[in-house]
């Protein structure tokens, strides 16, 4: 089992459909992030959950729902989106609680088309 | 201010020389930062992590970071054409990790 995995690995979708994203951590971490990825932009944190507790929500349009399960699972639920959410949704994990900070081991990611 | 600024490249070397990635980050807070490696289409894979002021090498690569200049640097020597991917730079601060825009390194045999 690779660290973090995500499906799908790409997703095309209508502007009125709803559809859900998978991330699933086999690394015993205990924080999980969903990230945006445009081109020519920076990686975009949307959603921190730390303990399975939702700890930072970064002025994310309600059109993207996060879920967390347990600790090794994440969803992000989609509805309603427009044609410049079409990006690398990007998931990862880290070890949170160590003095000095630790890195986030990321999936391969969606790559998301909406229509 | 872009709180961890990237040059976004490209820059190109040629096989065998040395490639020379910068970042500069605007927050003290940060105690740590990571380089990734991006390959078209994939995702960012880390390579190389530093928390003190100083180098750190692991093979080929050196992580340099300097907290008073608020710089930090990645050297690849020896420089491949595999080594053609963006390269991210990430600064970590007690409640949140940055990244910048990364920067597209090509090595042309």
């Known amino acids: 089992e690779t660290g973090v995995t995500q499906t799908p690995r790409h997703l095309v979708m209508g502007m009125t459909n709803k559809k859900s994203l998978k991330c699933e951590q086999h690394?015993?971490?205990?924080?999980m992030y969903w990230y945006k990825q445009s081109a020519k932009k920076p990686l975009e944190l949307m959603f921190v959950?730390?303990?399975?507790?939702?700890?930072e929500n970064n002025s994310v349009p309600s059109r993207f729902s996060p879920e967390c399960p347990n600790s090794s699972h994440l969803f992000l639920h989609l509805h309603t989106l427009q044609p410049e959410d079409s990006a690398l949704y990007l998931c990862?994990?880290?070890?949170?609680?160590?003095?000095?900070?630790?890195?986030?081991?990321f999936g391969n990611g969606t790559r998301l088309t909406v229509t | 201010q872009k709180e961890v600024e990237q040059n976004s490249g490209p820059l190109s070397v040629p096989e065998g020389a040395i490639a020379s990635l910068n970042c500069t980050y605007s927050?003290?807070?940060?105690?740590?930062f990571f380089w990734y490696r991006q390959y078209s289409g994939k995702s960012p894979e880390l390579i190389m992590f530093?928390?003190?002021?100083g180098d750190k090498e692991d093979g080929r690569f050196t992580a340099q970071l300097n907290k008073a200049s608020q710089y930090v640097s990645l050297l690849i020597r020896d420089s491949q054409p595999s080594d053609s991917a963006t390269y991210l730079c990430?600064?970590?601060?007690?409640?949140?990790?940055?990244f910048g825009t990364g920067t597209r390194l090509q090595v042309f045999p």
């Open positions: 990862a994990s880290s070890q949170e609680g160590a003095v000095l900070g630790t890195p986030l081991h």
């Open positions: 690394l015993g971490h205990n924080a």
């Open positions: 959950y730390n303990f399975k507790e939702q700890t």
């Open positions: 927050d003290r807070g940060s105690q740590s």
């Open positions: 530093i928390y003190s002021n």
């Open positions: 990430a600064g970590r601060a007690p409640d949140k990790l940055i």
